[in-house]
């Protein structure tokens, strides 16, 4: 399995743009889950989905933010208008969950997100 | 405050030197995990741990569930070794939801 792939690796774009990044999970898994880490807060969860369906979004910084999640092989996370302070690297990540055992967390190299 | 604190934020070692990580988390738990960030940005998955204590080549991971606190060892460390170490934890009842420590920034140094 090639992994969790996200596109682009890198994305630099003006103030004002929408930005959509990319995630295709390890098939098979049934969560996916978006974080966003900078430095000075490390990783935290955007949000995830179980099934394709949106689980806790509560971690979504404000109405800019959207999250979809199409079928189990795809999803998006769009920033619609971005702003400076979203800078910073997107990781998309999966797993597959029972309720007697819970998986490793797998994640996509990242996306590193420039606003200017 | 952070359901997860991990000490130190920044270590540095020579090499050959033995590491110890600490992470304390204050939350019911029904794993915790241990992940490596090199320069670069790619997060992986190093343990996952329930009880007690796992060991891959020279990475020791250990948790004590009464004391809510995970231990991850390196020995004999080496310069590759360079990387943010990551402890997280997923929360008992609330699905597949997971807390991260702020991480520790580890160099060592030839």
């Known amino acids: 399995d090639a992994g969790v792939i996200q596109s682009p690796r890198h994305e630099v774009t003006e103030m004002g743009q929408e930005v959509t990044l990319r995630c295709k999970p390890i098939?098979?898994?049934?969560?996916l889950f978006w974080y966003r880490q900078t430095m000075m807060r490390g990783l935290e969860l955007l949000i995830y989905?179980?099934?394709?369906?949106?689980?806790?979004d509560s971690g979504m910084p404000e109405d800019r933010f959207s999250a979809k999640m199409p079928n189990a092989s795809f999803s998006t996370l769009k920033i619609q208008p971005s702003e400076p302070r979203d800078s910073a690297v997107y990781f998309c990540?999966?797993?597959?969950?029972?309720?007697?055992?819970?998986?490793?967390?797998?994640f996509g190299s990242g996306t590193q997100l420039s606003v200017l | 405050k952070n359901e997860v604190e991990q000490s130190p934020q920044n270590l540095t070692a020579q090499e050959g030197e033995f590491i110890t990580i600490n992470c304390s988390y204050s939350v019911g738990i029904s794993a915790l995990h241990w992940l490596q960030q090199h320069p670069g940005g790619g997060i992986v998955s190093l343990f996952m741990?329930?009880?007690g204590k796992k060991k891959h080549g020279r990475l020791i991971a250990t948790i004590n569930i009464q004391e809510k606190h995970s231990s991850l060892h390196i020995t004999a460390s080496h310069p590759r070794d360079s990387a943010v170490y990551i402890c997280?934890?997923?929360?008992?009842?609330?699905?597949?939801?997971?807390?991260f420590g702020t991480g520790t920034s580890l160099t060592v140094i030839p």
């Open positions: 990540a999966s797993s597959f969950w029972t309720e007697l055992r819970n998986e490793k967390l797998f």
């Open positions: 741990l329930s009880s």
């Open positions: 997280a934890v997923s929360r008992k009842n609330t699905g597949n939801q997971f807390y």
């Open positions: 989905f179980n099934n394709n369906v949106p689980i806790d």
């Open positions: 098939s098979g898994h049934d969560y």
